[in-house]
């Protein structure tokens, strides 16, 4: 555990909220005469039994954070709630931070809540009510605001501790998906030792972006993998660098980023080699997976900026022309429907709707600028009839082109004719 960090942590997380935050080992053992403990907490403590209680509880709320991979919001036997976050230091569970130790109301509620019966029959009930009612009160919503505040501050001074906790719960998962699968597998009709069928489902996943549904489908041919080739590591870390290869090349395709995803397919081939146990192999599949996955999903907005600005380059430069939506996708590189669709996500328009709007913008200028009338105006901007020009236009603008025009000129006209201010004589 990182002292500097838990001074950091505890100075930034008090500027917004007034309850206490501990550092425990991983045995969860802790002194009540720390300051971070109410003086409820110490009654509560101060028996063995309770003692005991305490530490047991403790311990459970640290296994479920870890195996979910994130906070743990817990009641403890004596009715006050917690928060509980895991150290984690080389992957291993090193300790926990708890926050809290508070009483918890409903957020309609103006009495307060009652003290739980039993839960420390060592202390005489009226000195045990005393320490209840001055023990903090919190509603559920301010609970759950200071436990995301808590976990903010935790990654963000104690950072290596957080990314392992993500790593250790992916691994974990990981392997039980792929552990589930070999179950399954074994006791199934034997089939070939490599599904191609699932392969190419799998780069249809990584091709649209689907985090959940390729690691679904890589921890399934991992499975199929190691089940078919028990015992022999050398041929499971083949099996999985063909995989990756094939990955890597499917990425480029995709994203057309082929520099980022060569490079990322070398270094986890790297690290898929040196690998001791085929568990260490899957579990860099898994990483490599993921920075595939980012790699595509960034190369491909790129891309989709890249073929969005070209088709409206091209748009504003042949506004004049008759424009149709298969000559502006082959200018994008791209099929007609998908720069059809492309309109709709990144523009929230369609293809003819953004045509019109960058001519209409055109005819607002040659209206407000030129003696052109209307009728000229609308073959100018692009349009090839008059009635449809004069639809569009006040849809667009609000009023008829000519209408346009000629308020616009009163106004022109109008302040043309104020005299010039006079101006002021330097004194």
């Known amino acids: 555990m990182q002292k500097t960090g838990l001074s950091a942590l505890r100075q930034d997380f008090s500027k917004n909220h007034p ?7 991983g045995d969860c053992f802790f002194n009540a005469s720390q300051s971070c403990f109410s003086p409820y907490c110490r009654l509560v403590s101060s028996h063995p039994q309770g003692y005991e209680k305490c530490v047991a509880h403790r311990r459970l709320a640290l296994k479920t954070a870890v195996e979910t991979g994130q906070k743990n919001i817990v009641l403890c036997h004596a009715g006050l709630i917690t928060c509980v976050y895991p150290a984690m230091q080389g992957g291993q569970v ?61 990654k963000r001074h104690i950072p290596m501790e957080s990314a392992s906790l993500e790593a250790k719960y992916l691994a974990d998962r990981q392997q039980s998906e792929i552990a589930e699968i070999i179950h399954r597998e074994k ?5 070939a030792a490599y599904s191609y069928p699932l392969e190419r489902e799998l780069l249809s996943k990584v091709g649209a972006g689907d985090r959940e549904g390729s690691h679904r489908l890589l921890n399934q041919i991992l499975g199929n993998i ?33 520099q980022e995803i060569f490079g990322i397919n070398q270094a986890h081939s790297a690290l898929v080699v040196a690998s001791a146990t085929p568990t260490e192999v899957c579990l860099h599949a898994g990483r490599a997976l993921d920075h595939f996955l980012n790699s595509v999903v960034r190369g491909r907005s790129e891309k989709k900026h890249d073929a969005l600005r070209k088709a409206l380059t091209y748009i504003a430069a042949h506004y004049e022309e008759k424009i149709t939506l298969a000559t502006v996708a082959r200018e994008a590189g791209l099929s007609p429907s998908r720069l059809a669709h492309l309109f709709r996500e990144r523009m929230d328009t369609s293809f003819g709707d953004q045509v019109s709007r960058v001519r209409i ?25 008059q009635s449809y020009f004069t639809k569009v236009f006040k849809k667009v603008v609000g009023l008829p082109p000519k209408r346009f025009q000629l308020e616009n000129r009163r106004l022109k006209d109008y302040y043309t004719s104020l005299p010039a201010p006079k101006s002021r004589k330097a004194g």
């Open 19 to 25: 309850y206490a935050i501990e550092a425990a080992a």
């Open 94 to 154: 090193k300790g926990a931070y708890f926050m809290g130790k508070v009483r918890i109301r409903s957020e309609f509620e103006t009495g307060t809540d009652p003290m739980p019966a039993g839960s420390a029959p060592w202390v005489k009930r009226a000195v045990l009510e005393r320490a209840w009612a001055h023990t903090p009160v919190v509603t559920p919503s301010e609970f759950r605001e200071a436990s995301r505040t808590f976990v903010e501050l935790v």
């Open 187 to 191: 006791n199934a009709p034997k089939t």
């Open 226 to 258: 190691l089940l078919a080739h028990a015992g022999n590591d050398a041929l499971i870390k083949a099996r999985v660098l063909e995989l990756l290869i094939v990955l890597s090349r499917s990425g480029v395709e995709d994203a057309g980023n082929a």
């Open 361 to 385: 913008e055109r005819a607002r200028e040659l209206l407000l600028s030129s003696a052109f009338t209307a009728t000229e105006v609308a073959y100018q901007a692009g349009f090839s009839d």
